[in-house]
C-alpha cells in the first residue's frame, strides 16, 4: 500500500530568463514502512521534489501537473489553509543544516513544543511532556529539552530535527541531506536511529542524497535524478547491480570504494546543462558516451523493463550487457 | 628514496580563559605531538572526523601558524628556523590547495590575474610575454581549455570544479614540489570530484610532486593515497601503507572509522563496529590513551598511561596499548 504517489510531476522556477524546468515530468511511490532514496547531482531536481510535497516551494517556483498523493489525498488540489492541515502531521521534513534550521535564541524545547501546540491546539504542560518524550524517542536526555541549539553536537542538532519532525506522528519523513555535514560513525548513528524510528512508528521515508553509497546502505528502492528527470528508478539491488540506464552506471562508476579491487575511477565528462534550456531528446545525451543521433531527437519513453525497474533510454538492450560489466 | 617532509613531535595548543572572568588558561591541544615523515613523490592521507587536528597539522606544515613546539623540515630545512624574508622563499617550494575555492579566490581578480599573481610578487616572470605563456601553460595543465574562453573569466562566472582546478594552476604556478591539499574535492559532487582527483593524480605524475591529502573520506584517500594516516583528538593513532591500513586495521578507531564507511554496494556485508558518543573536544583530554573511554578493547593500563605510537610491523606503526601487546599478528602483516 504506498503511502505517497507521486505522478508526472512538474516544477518549475519562475525566472527573468524563463521558466527553469527543475522537475519535469517525475513519478514514483512510497510504499508503508519504506524508504525511497532520492540521488543525483546539485541542481538535478531533488530537493524540488521535496518542497514540492511539502508545498513549500519558494515563490518564484509552480507546480505545473501532475499529481501528489499522500494517504490517498491530493495535495495539489489544496489550499494554504488545508495544506497547513497536511504539513507537518502527515509528512515532514528533516533539513541539512540543523544550525541554520533551529532558531538559535529559542531552546529547542520550545521550538519543538510550538509545533505541538500550534498543530494539535494541546495545553502547554502536555506539549512539554510529548517534547521530553520525543527526546527520549530520539535517544536524547529528556532533561537537555531546555538547552539552546549551540550546546548541542552537529549529529545532537540533527536528532533534533528529527524529533521536530516526529512530533505530530507523520507517515512520511523528507530527510534532504540529513547526514551531510557529519563525519561518519555519526552518520551511521542518524541513520540507524531513523531505521530504528521507522521500524518502530511504521513510518515512509524519502532519503534525498548525493551519496550514493548511503542509499545503497539504507534504501529499499531508488530514483536517479538527472537535470528534472528520473532516468532509473526501481529496487535498490538491481539498480546497483545491473543499471539499465548510462547515467547511473556512469555515476556508480566515480564513486570511490574501500571494498574490493582498488580500480580506476571513470568521471563523466562535461557538466549538468542548465534547464531553461534543457537539451533535446535524452537530456543526458550531450555527456552520454554510448548516445546516438536517435539521443538528440527523441526523447526516450520511460518504460518498465523488468518488474518494478523503469528507465528511458534508447538503448537499453544495446547496453544491458556492456553496463553490467561495468562498462560505463 | 630521500624524505621531502619530516615531522618531528609537532604540537600546537590554542590557549583560551576558562570563562569570562577567570584568569586561568585552558588549552586545545589542537596538535599535540606528532610526529610523521613523507617520501618523495608519495602522497600520505591524513583521515579522522571534524577536530581530530588535521586541518591545523596542514597548515602548521605550511607555518600559516607558528607552533607551540616540534619542528618541521621540508627537503632538509627547518621552515619553523626561517626569517621572514627566507620563508618567503621557501614557500615557493609548498603551496596549499583549500576545500573552498570561493573563499580562496580573489572574485574580484579574472583567471588570469588569479594565475599571474604569484609570479609577480615573487618577481618571477621576466615580462608580459612570459607571464603569460606560464598563465597558459598552467591553464592547460588543469584542462581549462580552450584557455581563451577561460582567461577573463571571473571566479563567479566557472562552475564549482572549473574554480577548483584555477585554485590548483595557481598552487602549481610557482613550481612547488609539495603541496597540502585539505579536503580539495569535498565541495563538489561525485563525477567532478573523480574529474578533479584524476587530475591531481596525473599532474602528480607530472612534476613529481609530493602530498600531504587531508580528508575525512577513507573511500577517497584509499583512491589518492600511497599511505593513510589517522588522527584522533590531537594524536596519530595509526599509520601505514593505505591497502594494508584498509584491509587490516589495528587500532580500535580506525576499525570504527573504517567500518564505518558506506559503501556502494546493497549486497555487501559487512559488520560496522559502533561507537557510542562523539568525539569531545580537546580540551579537557581523558587520562590515558585519548580513545579508552570509548573504546570496546581497553584494559585497565590504557585509563593510565597514554601509548605512544610504536613499530609493529613493516611500516605499520600504532599507538595502542592493546595492539602493541601482540606483535605476533601485527608481524606477519
Known amino acids: ?328 | 628514496m630521500s624524505e621531502e617532509l619530516v615531522v618531528r613531535n609537532l604540537k600546537k595548543w590554542f590557549a583560551r580563559s576558562r570563562g569570562l572572568f577567570s584568569r586561568e588558561q585552558e588549552y586545545v591541544k589542537a596538535v599535540d605531538d606528532i610526529s610523521f615523515e613523507i617520501e618523495k613523490g608519495q602522497v600520505l592521507c591524513l583521515a579522522g572526523e571534524s577536530g581530530c587536528g588535521k586541518t591545523t597539522t596542514g597548515r602548521l606544515i605550511l607555518r600559516l601558524v607558528e607552533p607551540t613546539e616540534g619542528s618541521v623540515s621540508l627537503r632538509g630545512v627547518d621552515i619553523f628556523t626561517l626569517k621572514k624574508e627566507e620563508l618567503r622563499e621557501k614557500r615557493r617550494e609548498m603551496q596549499m590547495i583549500f576545500q573552498d575555492p570561493y573563499e580562496s579566490l580573489d572574485p574580484r581578480m579574472d583567471v588570469f590575474s588569479i594565475l599571474a599573481e604569484p609570479l609577480e610578487v615573487n618577481r618571477i616572470a621576466s615580462g608580459y610575454g612570459e607571464l603569460r605563456e606560464r598563465v597558459h601553460k598552467a591553464l592547460e595543465d588543469v584542462r581549462l581549455v580552450p584557455v581563451e574562453e577561460f582567461i577573463r573569466r571571473f571566479p563567479h562566472e566557472l562552475s564549482g570544479g572549473q574554480r577548483q582546478r584555477v585554485a590548483i594552476a595557481r598552487a602549481l604556478m610557482l613550481e612547488p614540489t609539495f603541496i597540502v591539499a585539505d579536503e580539495p574535492v569535498s565541495m563538489l559532487d561525485a563525477s567532478i570530484r573523480t574529474e578533479i582527483l584524476n587530475l591531481l593524480k596525473e599532474l602528480r605524475e607530472k612534476y613529481d610532486l609530493t602530498f600531504l591529502y587531508i580528508t575525512h573520506d577513507i573511500a577517497q584517500a584509499r583512491y589518492v593515497g600511497d599511505d593513510l594516516m589517522v588522527m584522533y583528538l590531537g594524536r596519530v593513532v595509526e599509520k601505514g601503507p593505505m591497502e594494508d591500513v584498509i584491509l587490516e586495521p589495528l587500532h580500535p578507531y580506525t576499525k570504527a572509522l573504517i567500518s564505518n564507511v558506506p559503501v556502494p554496494d546493497p549486497e555487501a556485508q559487512r559488520e560496522r563496529i559502533p561507537l557510542t558518543g562523539e568525539t569531545p573536544t580537546p580540551i579537557d583530554l581523558p587520562e590515558g590513551c585519548r580513545f579508552h573511554p570509548r573504546c570496546c578493547e581497553a584494559g585497565e593500563r590504557c585509563s593510565q598511561v597514554e601509548p605512544g605510537l610504536v613499530k609493529v610491523g613493516n611500516d605499520r606503526w600504532v599507538a595502542c596499548h592493546v595492539q602493541a601487546a601482540t606483535p605476533t599478528r601485527a608481524n606477519n602483516i
Open chain 1, 1 to 328: 500500500m504506498p503511502v505517497l504517489e507521486v505522478e508526472g510531476l512538474v516544477t518549475h522556477y519562475l525566472t527573468k530568463q524563463g521558466p527553469v524546468d527543475a522537475v519535469s515530468g517525475v513519478s514514483f511511490t512510497v510504499d508503508a514502512g519504506q524508504t525511497f532514496g532520492l540521488a543525483g547531482e546539485s541542481g538535478c531536481g531533488k530537493t524540488t521534489i521535496a518542497l514540492s510535497i511539502m508545498g513549500l516551494l519558494p515563490s518564484n517556483g509552480r507546480v505545473m501537473g501532475g499529481r501528489i498523493i499522500l494517504d490517498g489525498e491530493d495535495l495539489l488540489g489544496k489550499d494554504e489553509k488545508e495544506l497547513r492541515e497536511v504539513r507537518w502531521r502527515k509528512v515532514s521534513i528533516v533539513f541539512q543544516g540543523a544550525m541554520n534550521a533551529l532558531n538559535p535564541v529559542i531552546n529547542v524545547g520550545e521550538q519543538i513544543a510550538e509545533v505541538i501546540i500550534e498543530k494539535e491546539g494541546v495545553r502547554k504542560d502536555e506539549a512539554w511532556n510529548r517534547v521530553r518524550e520525543l527526546f527520549d524517542l530520539v535517544e536524547l536526555e529528556p532533561d537537555r529539552v531546555t538547552d539552546y541549539p549551540h550546546e548541542f553536537s552537529g549529529g545532537m542538532r540533527q536528532r533534533v530535527m528529527i524529533a521536530m519532525a516526529l512530533a505530530n506522528y507523520p507517515k512520511l519523513v523528507i530527510a534532504d541531506e540529513p547526514i551531510t555535514a557529519l563525519d561518519v560513525i555519526v552518520q551511521n548513528q542518524i541513520l540507524d536511529l531513523m531505521k530504528n524510528l521507522q521500524g518502530r512508528l511504521n513510518l515512509s521515508q524519502i532519503l534525498i542524497t548525493h551519496d550514493l553509497s548511503v542509499i545503497a546502505e539504507t534504501c529499499d528502492k531508488v530514483g536517479i535524478m538527472y537535470a528534472g528527470k528520473l532516468m532509473e528508478y526501481g529496487e535498490a539491488a538491481p539498480i546497483f547491480k545491473t543499471p539499465l540506464h548510462p547515467y547511473t552506471s556512469a555515476l556508480i562508476g566515480a564513486y570511490p570504494s574501500i571494498v574490493g579491487e582498488k580500480r580506476d575511477l571513470k568521471f563523466i565528462p562535461g557538466a549538468p546543462p542548465n534547464l531553461i534550456n534543457p537539451p533535446t531528446g535524452c537530456r543526458f545525451h550531450p555527456r552520454c558516451p554510448h548516445a546516438q543521433e536517435i539521443c538528440g531527437q527523441e526523447e526516450p519513453e520511460y518504460r518498465e523493463e523488468s518488474l518494478g525497474h523503469y528507465t528511458a533510454c534508447h538503448f537499453v538492450e544495446e547496453l544491458r550487457d556492456t553496463l553490467r560489466l561495468g562498462g560505463h
